[in-house]
């Protein structure tokens, strides 16, 4: 008897006729694929190189942490199930158990000590070394619990550890600063527990994931994702409106209103954690300001407060927001926004005064201005190159003469490291969800020994500052901690290192027939977080 042929799908019917005439699967290849189009992409494939967000963006898909950051900020359980301070220099984390590698290998404490071990050998001109400053010992008690000895209480180490990404001890053996973002960017060493496999990485082009299916959380729908950098803004809602990427990351603020009227798309936004803010040099010596002739000034004017104050009073925040950032963005009155532990709700809205600032230059015996270089990243954070751009015609307006220079991320921060810059502005975002983060990173006086200020590059010191900030990091009540860094954003304004200038708002396009996204305060655009449309 003739057995009935087995049932075929349609889908099946169609790959089987593409197969024979050599037709592209278009169909069924492009179901689960996904495709990003994003304005920056990683700068390595190793996780440790760099601490930039969109590095780290990009590689959360690949390497997991220890912790994870929520949509809102919100610590939760990643590699770690549980933590605890089981004495006031030690916390306990425990393992989650089965979690494989993407070469089937098992996850255990090794991974995490080896981990933690080499971020400070590898990381580059952003350094990592800040997520583990505190760590002084990693104790294995088990494969699935490891104990970590800090340098005194460590109250904030969980909230750090959500940049602490895990890579395979046995596929990173032994590699050096020297060589390995190759190891890791041919795929040698690219070897992680994330929900996506590396595949390849075109630098300044394009990342490509596969879907890992022994991960051990939730099944990830998306078999493929490619993360498209398209760093122009125009390209990148031109390649959405042609269907080329199924969703774009910081779509420009001009184009929301016309990309909210287009019946085939949708739009996202939130408003973030990162904030712009302009750091000034307080050196002796600075590189980039001179007399207007370009003559040598006998001071660095940055040094003055009152200079500093006439600068804070030059810039309209409000206007910056509304009109160069076209409403999405908020002005700011600290380093931190107010979602985050540690705001001080005390301090009032900063205004422009033009009068009180051309009067405060006289006073500095600047009545004429000076000369000065402004570098800004042009790529990195939505509105970054027309916020910096009106900031400079705004000082124009009491005497300063700027030279406004846009930069690339990748060419800013490896010379903002250097210290190359007199004024600059970029945007740093408070991810860790507490004040403390940002504080000791970028205006806590530079301490190599106690791993401090590692972004702290212009020469500022406060002694009163530094005592809040470490005072903070070992302060274990939480009520007490939050007013310790309260009183440090207050002296931060008072002081002037950094000036707060704007929060960044960000919007995603997407093809609402495809996908839905849920935003996140960080703006990271994680596979993860995004569906198919139902």
């Given at each position: ?9 349609p ?14 699967l ?18 390595s494939i ?11 963006e ?10 994870w ?7 939760e ?8 301070a089981?004495?006031p ?11 494989k ?8 404490a090794?991974?995490?000590?080896f ?5 400070p ?32 209480p ?73 993360r ?20 774009i990351v ?5 184009d ?15 408003d ?5 803010n302009?750091?000034?040099?307080m ?5 980039q ?11 660095n004017?940055l040094?003055?407060?009152?200079v500093?104050?006439?600068i ?6 409000p ?11 908020a002005?700011v ?6 979602n ?5 709700k ?6 422009p ?7 405060l230059?006289e ?7 000076f000369?000065?270089?402004?570098s ?5 954070l ?13 000082l ?11 930069q690339?991320g ?10 190359e ?37 212009l020469?500022?010191k406060?002694?009163e ?7 903070a990091a070992?302060?274990?009540?939480e ?5 310790l ?29 495809k ?20």
């Amino acid at each position: 008897m003739t057995k009935p042929l087995p049932h075929r799908s349609p889908l099946w019917r169609t790959a089987a006729l593409a197969a024979l005439i050599g037709l592209p699967l278009c169909g069924a290849a492009t179901a689960q694929t996904l495709t990003i189009g994003v304005r920056a992409g990683p700068e390595s494939i190793d996780p440790h190189f760099t601490a930039t967000g969109t590095h780290a963006e990009a590689l959360k898909h690949v390497f997991d942490t220890l912790t994870w950051s929520g949509d809102k900020l919100q610590i939760e359980p990643r590699l770690a199930l549980s933590w605890k301070a089981i004495e006031p220099s030690v916390w306990e984390f425990k393992l989650r158990p089965g979690v494989k590698f993407h070469d089937g290998s098992d996850f255990t404490a090794e991974d995490v000590k080896f981990s933690i071990e080499r971020i400070p050998v590898v990381a580059g001109p952003n350094p990592t070394t800040i997520y583990v400053r505190r760590v002084k010992e990693v104790k294995i008690v088990d494969p699935l619990t490891v104990h970590i000895v800090t340098d005194g209480p460590a109250p904030n180490l969980p909230n750090d550890f959500i940049r602490l990404f895990i890579v395979s001890h046995k596929a990173a053996a032994g590699l050096t600063k020297d060589n390995a973002n190759d190891a890791f960017n041919t795929g040698k060493a690219a070897i992680g527990t994330g929900p996506y496999k590396f595949v390849s990485w075109t630098p300044k082009d394009q990342l490509v994931l596969e879907r890992f299916d022994g991960y051990w959380g939730e099944k990830e729908p998306w078999q493929r994702v490619l993360r498209k950098e398209l760093p122009n803004d125009a390209a990148r809602v031109a390649q959405l409106k042609a269907g080329q990427v199924d969703i774009i990351v910081r779509a420009p603020a001009s184009d929301v209103p016309t990309l909210k009227r287009d019946a085939k798309l949708s739009v996202a936004t939130i408003d973030t954690v990162y904030v712009f803010n302009m750091e000034l040099d307080m050196r002796d010596k600075s590189p980039q300001v001179s007399a207007k002739d370009g003559s040598a000034l006998p001071k660095n004017p940055l040094q003055d407060a009152k200079v500093r104050e006439a600068i804070d009073l030059a810039i309209d925040r409000p206007a910056l927001a509304e009109i160069a950032m076209e409403g999405l963005g908020a002005p700011v009155n600290q380093l931190v926004t107010p979602n985050i532990a540690g705001y001080n709700k005390s301090l009032p809205p900063l205004k422009p005064d033009l009068a009180k600032a051309k009067k405060l230059m006289e006073e500095a015996g600047y009545p004429n201005g000076f000369k000065v270089s402004f570098s800004f990243t042009n790529d990195r954070l939505p509105g970054d190159r027309q916020v910096g751009t009106s900031i400079a015609q705004m000082l124009a307006r009491i005497g300063i003469e700027v030279n406004a220079n846009a930069q690339p991320g990748a060419v800013f921060f490896p010379a903002r490291t250097r210290g190359e810059f007199s004024l600059a502005m970029s945007g740093w975002g408070t991810l860790t969800g507490e004040a403390n983060y940002t504080l000791s990173s970028v205006v806590h006086s530079n301490d190599p020994a106690k791993k401090l200020g590692a972004f702290n590059v212009l020469g500022y010191k406060n002694a009163e500052l530094d005592k809040l900030i470490e005072d903070a990091a070992i302060e274990m009540d939480e009520a007490k901690r939050n007013d310790l860094l309260s009183q440090a954003n207050a002296i931060v304004a008072k002081d002037r290192p950094r000036l707060p200038i704007v929060a960044v708002g960000s919007a995603w396009a997407m093809q609402k027939a495809k996908v839905t996204i849920r935003p996140r305060v960080d703006e990271d655009t994680l596979a993860m977080d995004i569906k198919p449309a139902k």
